[in-house]
């Protein structure tokens, strides 16, 4: 049974940076793509960044691209925040798949979940 486990949320202020980690445990985790999500209280949960490595990509949410930059090679899986907002602050959740790598930025293309983990930025 595969884990997925977020760290790194925090309490920041308006322009500083975070960095989240997403750690897997389990027996040959071996995922053909890994996301970030997230969800805003009394908001529905979206879609932030994803990766896959064969062939190699990353796909963002227009709203964060420029400022969030997700990496890693499948475990750990990254997603370095920069120039963080107010609108930013959610719980933030990671996800895998080790089925497919198709639908980098849907969550019904993931399998796994985290438990997530609270970011949130004071203005």
């Known amino acids: 049974q595969v884990q997925l486990v977020e760290s790194g949320g925090g309490l920041v202020q308006a322009g500083d940076s975070l960095r989240l980690t997403c750690a897997a445990s389990g027996r040959n985790f071996n995922p053909k793509k890994m996301g970030w999500f997230r969800q805003a209280p009394g908001k529905e949960r979206e879609f932030v960044a994803s990766?896959?490595?064969?062939?190699?990509m990353t796909y963002y949410n227009g709203s964060v691209k420029g400022r969030f930059t997700i990496s890693g090679e499948k475990n750990p899986v990254f997603l370095q925040m920069n120039g963080l907002k107010p609108a930013d602050t959610a719980v933030y959740y990671c996800?895998?798949?080790?089925?497919?790598?198709?639908?980098?930025?849907?969550?019904?293309?993931?399998?796994?979940w985290g438990q997530g983990t609270q970011v949130t930025v004071a203005s």
């Open positions: 990766i896959r490595w064969d062939p190699g």
């Open positions: 996800a895998g798949s080790q089925k497919t790598a198709l639908g980098l930025g849907r969550m019904r293309g993931y399998d796994t």
